[in-house]
């Protein structure tokens, strides 16, 4: 088993809502709460779920674009080390946490120039290809960002590098001294993958990259994705909505519900044998391009419940099929399902 | 199959500050009764301006340039249908919500944040059905009046039959007169001399003051005496708003009627916006990528509501999507259109199994299945600029298989077999 | 992976892409009669403030804000060979006035909003993006100027100030900066949830960079706006305030305090009311030909810098 790219420990994001004439703070909005995950190098893992499920928070929280409110990231430390230092947090002992603050292991807790060096090493890639540009810049500038913050290349150096990254994409010089809007959407994310490629990062983060693009338009952009995984030996975690394009992709799939995982398995073995109830509407729910299929859908019926309340227990009892009084009374954990399949419901063997 | 509505060889274009988009480029299109029919397509293909063109609510600074729309279900000869393309405003103005009925991606702002859904679902039966609530009103109020009641209320009440009651009378006038222009106008449909021109010119403007007057009492009836009687009108539309909110499956009709868009979750609002769409139980369903911004589940949801409601309340719907998932899911019929052009049009089962445009095909391979083995195949290039389309057939620059006459020509779409039809040089002769 | 399909639009090899978008912008600006109505009445006032010293030599060189008199005779005189727009009471020649009020107006004008757009851009900049207390407090102070009127609080600052041009631009620079501050933070607030402020922090870049880089270039054009629209405003403002007495001296070439040494002439003597129409009515549509070139000059900067304008 190799030392995993990233570790999460029991990670948690919770946003305040606060209310009255003086603010106060009167709830929290559950974005995430409690995640553990570990995603190996070299592969790519795919987040699937709907609105309000936490996903995009999750891979924005681990890119420390926001501040966890509790739990820990690993990024890139051997296991041995990271074992040490939840020993010392889980001893609870003040010099103990003390000690392991100075490690400088957890991204949660990194800043100042750690943080910056780190951020060379994950970057993420928009949905939106209209707002992950900045209109008034060039795009020899879009591209060039990360390189001049982090003070990576000379200045000459630089055009030479950013034509190095549009043509990994698949785009030219000519493209170099245009702005963002006279290009199409297609082009548009190229350019947002070139810029997350400047710093030669270990990770990347995607943020539901093809969801704004056309049919025939995401096609090339996966391929792209792949191949560039491939090439540059990249880690992804691939945050969608979309079960198939996450099949496409994806070598491992993690369901999230509410905040939490509820189930995370290889992708064949997850399309074979789902076994979180969740997880089978969902499948089910997908529309698939083939008139004879004549499956059977599950309904679910209710809405998305609010991340403000989230039902107690387990989150998907209200809208369950299965529910028993354990489920309205214990959250399950995640417990494997053997060779890996892990998943968080109390009656998976019997359905 | 009956025929339901079609369009035949339209052109839109629009006038932007950079030139004119020729956004439909000669689009036929034909849905029967009872069927679902699929448009699909990728951004700028035409579909929504194809469908809003045949509303005729295409917003300026497009307009349509030739082409007709044919109606065929209000027709007095069905085989003949109305050509509504040259009607007024205010004809049009009765269809919509009444006969044809559309229902838009973003059902929070297809909801108008300040009217409680009530009122809003009641505005069509107001609008459209103005004349049966009145009777039933008034029908109400003689039940209430043959029962024994006290003095004051029994005056009140007999004040406000005889006050709706001639506002019955007058709606029913209007709608006589409307009605006979209407049926001088089909007669006069197809001859295209000076002499009928004229005439049709002067009835549509007579037809349309008619209508207006009609309405001018809508404005009256805001005078705050004057809306008290209108309130036992408003009683018996809520009434109808509540079964129709039920019969959708809405679990606790009341109170959803009265309560307000921005308290309800994306699927129950994009479900509200489907009751508004049926309310005057229309013959054509127009839903312009009504999921796309749903999540899976609740897409769903909305999907099977859909279907069963073309078991009971709609006859047709024209179903527009980029989701060939949904499409195998949702229609039968389908056609593929590509930057303003239909390229292929046929069953569903038929277009999955035997796809014969390129485009079409490549499509296909481009989308992810279940069952994908090998990298997605993908169409090199991108959508082309509707200011200036690429000559002859406008799939030619991308097309795998594209011949010399394929930039000269545009392809007829030509009936390649039994319903299956395609606009591709490939097939032109008939055969492949 | 093939080659994308050329751009949308063929760019010249030769000039800038910024360049071209502001030529693309200008060249679709002049199309609108407005516009070029109010840039041919800013020119014609350019024109004056800079051809002064040629056209109205001033009397007295080292101050030229003075207006000559001929006289000292308190009746105002209407339009003579000598004077060709009339004089003011105590025989002030009112084409000198208004040649030099021009000036005038230009300095002061463009004084207070260059330093009004500058406190504006900073603290609006620091509030809408770092949020959080320090917004609170700016805002509450904003809220605070915006809760008395502003001509009232002028004058009272004014005053305490000491009478005086000086005062007049000092008082309206205190007090007009929140409705800058405002407009750039209620953009920032925007524009900081935008993806590409996400993509250079999560690059790396320092909240200076951002600032100057991303959030000020995307958001500053609607202060400009707003700054251009308010060059006018301040105008009046300035002009109101030396018609009440609290700018500059009597005889000093400012249109306001022009029509405020008329204050006992706006009404003739009975049988001729309007006898002493050019005191009122020349500074006046001078004033209001002023105040309406920079609002349709701002109405233009507008229509180019708008991004929702633009014909994407």
Redesign the interface.
Known sequence: MSDPLIDIRQLVKYYPVTGGVFRRHIADVKAVDGVDLKIERGECLGLVG??GCGKTTLG?TI?R?HDATSGRVYFSQPAARIEEVEKMLASGRPEERRKAARQEVDVTAMNGRRL?EL??K???V???PS????????IKDIVA??LV??RMVKSREVESRVLELLGVV???A??L???P???????RQ?I?IA?AL??SPEFVLMDEPTSAL???????I???L??LQRDFKLTYLFVT?H???V??TSDRIAVMYLGKVVELAATPEM?RQPLHPYTK??L??????????GRE?I??TG??PNPVDPPRACRFHPRCRYAKDICREVEPRLEDAGQGHMVACHRWREI | MEKLIETRDLYTDFNTFEGVVKALNGVSVVVNEGETYGLVGESGCGKSVNVRSMMRIVQAPGRIVSGKVVIFFRAEDRSRGIDIVERSEAYMTSLRGDSISMIFQEASTSLNPVLSIGYQIGESFHFHRLTQMLQETIADLDGELSRPTWILPRGWKRLQKSLLARELRVLTHYKDRIDRIDHELYGLEDKSDGAAADRRHLLNRRRDRLQKESTVAEIFKRVPLVRSYQRRVERTVRRHVVELLRSLGVPNPERIAASYPHELSGGMQQRIVIAIALACHPVLLIADEPTSNLDVTIQAQIIDLIKQLKKTAISSVLFITHDLGLVAEVCDRTSVMYAGDISETATVKELFRNPLHPYSQGLLRSVPKVEQTGELATIPGGVPNLIAPPSGCRFHPRCPHRMAVCSERKPNLLEHSAGHWVACHLYSEGTR | MGNEIAPVREASPSRHPGWQELAFSLRRLFKNPLTIIGLTIILFFVFLAVAAPWIAPPPRPHDPYLMPHSGWDMTPSPPSVKNPLGTLPSQYDILYGVIWGTRNAFRIGLAIVLANLLVGLVLGAVAGYFGGLVDEIIMRVADIFYAIPLLVIAMALVIALGRGLQSVVLALIILQWPTYTRVIRSEILVLRNMDYILAARASGSSHLRILFRHVLPNSMFSAIIVASMNVGVTILIVAALSFLGLGSDTGYADWGAMVATCRNFIVGPPGNRLAYWYLVFIPGFTIALFVLGWNLLGDAVRDVFDPRMRRR
């Open positions: 709907e609105s924005k890119l674009l910056r951020r060379r994950m970057q993420i928009f949905q939106d707002n992950s540009l900045n209109p008034r810049m060039l960002e990360p913050a982090q698949g785009m030219g000519g493209h001294k245009r702005y809007h006279e290009f199409s959407g297609g082009q190229r947002a810029r400047a710093t056309d049919v025939s338009v995401q096609a090339q996966l391929n792209l792949k191949r909505h079960l198939l394009v099949k496409y399309f509407a969902l089910s729910a997908i529309p698939i391009p083939d008139p004879e299929t859908r309904i679910l809405d998305v």
